[in-house]
């Protein structure tokens, strides 16, 4: 009954019509590139048992990548590739051509979370027919079925970020918090970096800066967790300085600019965030100006940061009488990322 409550929600929603090819066994694909083939045995929101060689593996949730499934439609593995590249619209194409009908429920719950995270995407990025509302409808669905899906945690993340960008930001703390126990130490410091941000908007600089440093000392190596941990380090000086002296942050935020490679847009861009936050805050117009502008003019390729920026040089222009760049900016932000927190805070 529940599978089939499911599929019926997708089609409603989405649309769902097409084939589905059924293989031998599925396939575990670890953040590494290694694999994992053979029958899956159990699975929760912090481990995956697949039988390999007749012997089963455990395989934490943290160390998943993604499964294929054995009897997932033939197109999921491009909607996976279609995501990865940012391409939402074309993602969003091929899972309304796909059907779950007698499908494993953990095969359709898989189908779920996509179309939700395809969904949110596209409603961050104000793409016409896509509302937030759609995408935490999908969520709810997975959530109130998927608690032993290995999904689950991240599922319940991009809850949490919804609630943020709908400018909920009690529900997207409370969301945040749950997470950042959970044995899956990749989605725990993702909540932490997400909470953290969500205090500072809340102006509890005192809970932010305890955030953050507890994203610092989560025991994880590998590069996109280091870059993870290192935005929470450029943060924690936002939050460290509070309503006070920004020196000192600032300081430690260019020491860290100045160390990092040019090239990585994610860190570069929060970095500048950052720096323009305090320097806006301390009435430093024209240098917050200079520091959003790397953002816009270098490091618009993070859709996370992006949208910062810009508002922040509306408000400025607006306020010195640059009228026409403020006025291109607004449109910018409402257009590129009409859904999200910040568009939200423009247009209130």
Do not use: C
Not at 41 to 50: D, F, G, K, N, P
Not at 160 to 184: H, M, N
Not at 228 to 239: F, S, W
Not at 327 to 336: D, F, I, S, W
Request: charged residues 25%.
């Amino acid at each position: 009954m529940i599978v089939r409550r499911i599929v019926a929600v997708l089609v409603a929603v989405l649309g769902l019509t097409g084939d589905a090819a059924v293989a031998q066994l599925d396939t575990l694909v670890k953040l590494d590139g290694s694999r994992v083939t053979g029958k899956m045995l159990e699975m929760s929101a912090a481990e995956v048992s697949i039988e390999r060689n007749r012997q089963p593996t455990k395989v934490p949730v943290q160390e998943i990548d993604h499964i294929r499934f054995s009897d997932e439609p033939t197109r999921m593995n491009q909607v996976r590739e279609r995501i990865s590249s940012r391409q939402f619209e074309q993602a969003a194409k091929e899972l309304a051509e796909m059907s779950w009908e007698g499908l494993r429920p953990e095969t359709v719950l898989d189908g779920m979370y996509y179309s939700a995270l395809v969904k949110s995407e596209l409603a961050l990025n104000g793409v016409p027919g896509n509302s937030l509302s759609d995408a935490v409808g999908l969520l709810r669905r997975f959530q109130e079925n998927g608690k032993n899906h290995f999904q689950y945690n991240r599922g319940m993340l991009l809850y949490g970020q919804l609630a943020f960008s709908a400018d909920r930001l009690p529900l997207a703390i409370e969301t945040f918090q749950s997470l950042t126990g959970v044995p899956d130490k990749v989605t725990a410091l993702q909540a932490l970096l997400e909470l953290g941000n969500a205090q500072l908007l809340e102006k509890k600089h005192s809970d932010a800066a305890q955030s953050f440093k507890k994203a610092t000392e989560i025991d994880l190596a590998d590069a996109q967790s280091l870059r993870l941990k290192q935005t929470a380090r450029i943060m924690g000086h936002v939050a460290e300085a509070g309503a006070g002296s920004i020196d000192g942050a600032v300081t430690a935020i260019q020491a860290i600019i100045a160390n990092e490679s040019p090239d990585d847009v994610l860190l570069n861009a929060m970095a500048y965030n950052a720096l323009g936050r305090l320097q806006f805050q301390a009435n430093q117009t024209r240098d917050a100006e200079l520091s959003y502008l790397h953002t816009e003019l270098l490091f618009a390729a993070n859709p996370q940061a992006h949208p910062e920026a810009l508002f922040y040089l509306i408000k400025i222009w607006s306020d010195t009488g640059k009228t026409d760049r403020a006025t291109e900016a607004r449109e910018k932000l409402k257009g590129r990322y009409g859904g999200t927190y910040w568009a939200t805070k423009l247009t209130n």
